[in-house]
């Protein structure tokens, strides 16, 4: 088993991500965040409709298109391009550094140390109705699963087949899928947790809701 605190040391030296923004396409461009140390804020809303901080515009035959930012953070940088210039499709403009929320840290520890059920190919998923039934009950970290359990049904192409667990036996810890979305072919499906493992997981889930520091 991984060790979780020391990961979890890990995180906290440099408990962030790094962001490059990008020119979509070539074309004239014209900052609108043009310092570094701006505050800036990715897309929200339900369903993800708002668009972030505007950063800049791009200009291509008359057609002026913004430039949005894709996470919420800070402008640490930016890259050797001047206001007006015309760039390359694929130029890096600036970068942003995006500090990691408590729920982020969580799935970056659960996704090393949990046995990951991927998903063999691009289509929606759901439980089959006797699993689905047991975690409406239980809940999750309650609900055993072991090789050759008919677990999930894939819908694709109006063709739906049952899929059969195959890993580690364990406990289904946690959910990376919504049944009213597409997922791509290679994604995380559960992550299935060993039951000796199980209140190692908890304890450093609980560790990291009562003591990570959100940075704004």
Same mark, same amino acid.
């Given at each position: 088993?991984?060790?979780?605190?020391?990961? &979890?040391?890990?995180?906290?030296?440099?408990?962030?991500?790094?962001?490059?923004?990008?020119?979509?396409?070539?074309?004239?461009? /014209?900052?609108?965040?043009?310092?570094?140390?701006?505050?800036?804020?990715?897309?929200?809303?339900?369903?993800?409709?708002?668009?972030?901080?505007?950063?800049?515009?791009?200009?291509?035959?008359?057609?002026?298109?913004?430039?949005?930012?894709? /996470?919420?953070?800070?402008?640490?940088?930016?890259? *050797?391009?001047?206001?007006?210039?015309? !760039?390359?499709?694929?130029?890096?403009?600036?970068?942003?550094?995006?500090?990691?929320?408590?729920?982020?840290?969580? *799935?970056?520890?659960?996704?090393?140390?949990?046995? &990951?059920?991927?998903?063999?190919?691009?289509?929606?998923?759901?439980?089959?109705?006797?699993?689905?039934?047991?975690?409406?009950?239980?809940?999750?970290?309650?609900?055993?699963?072991?090789?050759?359990?008919?677990?999930?049904?894939?819908?694709?192409?109006?063709?739906?087949? !049952?899929?059969?667990?195959?890993?580690?036996?364990?406990?289904?810890?946690?959910?990376?899928?919504?049944?009213?979305?597409?997922? /791509?072919?290679?994604?995380?499906?559960?992550?299935?947790?060993?039951?000796?493992?199980?209140? *190692?997981?908890?304890?450093?889930?609980?560790?990291?809701?009562?003591?990570?520091?959100?940075?704004?």
């Amino acid at each position: 088993m991984i060790d979780t605190i020391s990961l &979890l040391d890990e995180i906290k030296k440099a408990p962030y991500k790094e962001l490059t923004v990008s020119t979509p396409h070539s074309g004239e461009i /014209e900052f609108v965040v043009n310092k570094a140390g701006v505050k800036v804020n990715g897309k929200s809303g339900n369903w993800g409709e708002k668009p972030g901080t505007l950063l800049a515009y791009l200009t291509r035959e008359g057609n002026k298109k913004p430039i949005y930012s894709p /996470e919420k953070g800070e402008v640490v940088m930016f890259h *050797d391009v001047q206001n007006n210039q015309f !760039v390359q499709a694929g130029t890096p403009l600036l970068k942003i550094r995006h500090f990691l929320t408590k729920q982020e840290v969580i *799935d970056i520890i659960l996704k090393q140390t949990l046995h &990951l059920f991927l998903a063999p190919e691009k289509g929606k998923y759901y439980f089959v109705s006797a699993i689905d039934l047991k975690l409406k009950a239980k809940g999750l970290g309650h609900v055993n699963i072991k090789p050759g359990d008919e677990v999930l049904i894939i819908s694709r192409m109006k063709r739906e087949t !049952v899929l059969t667990y195959e890993g580690q036996p364990g406990i289904i810890f946690t959910i990376y899928f919504n049944s009213s979305e597409s997922v /791509e072919a290679g994604s995380p499906l559960l992550g299935i947790c060993p039951r000796d493992q199980l209140e *190692d997981i908890k304890e450093v889930v609980a560790r990291i809701q009562n003591s990570w520091e959100e940075k704004e």
